[in-house]
């Protein structure tokens, strides 16, 4: 017998309403398969030969190596859920004696050898699933181990103290929110006499009054419109830079116009701006 494939892991297989599961890899005994069980949880439990499962290994490994376990051994089938995992535990011994002027049959020698390349394969499917130290790391697996999980358990912390930061943000935009919603009532027909949430109002609180088509300040007896006169000289006022800008702008671009004014360049864009401002 031979063993020509490295293989040595069959599934995992999901429940689908089978009970027989197929595996491909050479054993030379049915004890020799372990069946591993995984609930709904995630939890693996290794099941027991023949309570269990059932093994039944093809007659001739070397054609055709395998065979297929049959699982349960009664009751209903594997669940969608859960899960089965196919894999040999041949047991790490070494069996053949040759003697002194005994017999040497090349059976098995081939078998024991076999055996051998079995146990080298199950230690190499198991360290394949192991968390290992880089070559070049002079760390111990457990100095690594303990590294690693103080680096999860800072990880968990920023981002529980990264949760709460964002919440906190969250709530303050809230409450800022609420408070600007509070303080300016948006558009309204007539003088209201509460804050949209219901509460008192408070001086300095404003709305728009669409029928008066102006926005109104409370100052804590009454809603008036503030500063009408210096709202127009606000509006003078950005008249009158507005020309002071074209002007200059004018002088700059056009030097033959800017040749004339010599000194007075600065009062003539002032003059400028009063009469955009003011005529």
Known sequence: MTVSSEVRKAGPYTGSGTTVFPFEFTLQAPGHVMLVHTDSEGVETVLTLDSDYT???N???DVSPGGSVTYPVSGDPLPADEKLTI???APNLQALDLTNLGGFYPAT??????????QIQQIAEQAGRSVKVPISDERTPEEFWADLLVE????EANAEAAAA????????????????????YGALSADPTLRPDGTAMQVGDRYYNTTDGVEKTFNGTSWYVPNV?????????HEFVDGVIDTLDMHLIDPEYVGPLGDDFVEQALDDGFQAAFE
Not at 109 to 118: C, F, K, S, V
């Open 229 to 237: 006169d210096g709202q127009v000289l606000g509006q003078e006022f």
């Open 152 to 155: 999860v358990n800072t990880s």
């Open 109 to 118: 020698i081939n078998r024991a050898l076999d055996r051998a390349t079995i």
């Open 55 to 57: 093994v039944s290994l």
């Open 59 to 61: 007659g001739d490994q």
């Open 165 to 184: 930061s964002a919440l906190d943000s969250k709530n303050a935009a809230q409450a800022a929110l609420t408070t600007i919603k509070n303080a300016y």
């Open 87 to 89: 894999t040999s535990n």
